[in-house]
């Protein structure tokens, strides 16, 4: 393995190129008797200036990929959220958040324009595989403690306040994919008229 490796090596071919370099002098009566060490030595000086191997890019799954992952572990967010009892404010709160994730996650215009986001692939993922979990189930452990030490606040201002949160850093993704959106058309409406009048 590591000998077919050497020899498709980019320090092999310009060896080998230098070398037959040596052999064309050798048979025009250069080199002489000491032919072989004109050769080994042009075959030498040529593995020595090749440019070294460039080790190839580890094969990362791009942004669409990743999207589809995260619908799958949108999905299991869901199953586990449903089984979750809230207070009727913090539950409409994570239902407004979890009604805009699934905007953002569903296959069609937003997943092409984030695709193109990797930032936007970013905040998504975090949302769901970390914030909106531990926020849910941060409050189900604290409303646990708060019913046997009583007198602390309640924990459900907390959950409303951070599902708050992520729902305005979700509207903000939103709002910057529609900027994205708008821009796009108003320079193709520039292109129109810029084409109309050099016509």
């Known amino acids: 393995m590591a000998i077919s490796r050497y020899l498709e090596s980019r320090k092999n071919i310009a060896g080998s190129a ?3 370099v040596g052999v064309a002098l050798t048979l025009a009566g250069v080199a002489g008797p000491y032919w072989p060490v ?3 030595g042009l075959y030498g000086a040529g593995a020595l200036v090749a440019p070294p191997e460039r080790p190839a890019l580890p094969d990362f799954p791009d ?4 999207l589809d992952a995260l ?3 949108f999905e299991k967010l869901c199953g586990y959220l449903a089984e979750v009892e809230l207070p009727p404010a913090a539950a409409g709160r994570l239902t407004e958040l979890t009604e805009l994730l699934t905007a953002l996650l569903d296959p069609g215009w937003a997943t092409e324009l984030l ?3 990797p930032e936007g692939v970013h905040t998504l993922s975090r949302a769901v595989r970390q914030d909106v979990p531990e926020a849910v ?3 189900v452990r604290t409303r646990w403690w708060t019913r046997l030490a009583p007198g602390q606040e309640a924990p459900e201002r907390h959950l409303e306040r951070q599902l708050t949160l992520l729902q305005e850093e979700a509207e903000r993704l939103a709002g910057a994919l529609r900027e994205t959106e708008a821009r796009r058309q108003e320079s193709h409406t520039r292109y129109l008229e810029d084409r109309g009048r050099a016509g």
């Open 115 to 117: 695709a193109q986001d």
């Open 38 to 40: 004109v050769v080994a």
């Open 71 to 73: 619908r799958g572990d």
């Open 18 to 20: 230098c070398g037959l």
């Open 137 to 139: 189930d941060t409050f």
């Open 63 to 66: 942004a669409s990929a990743q």
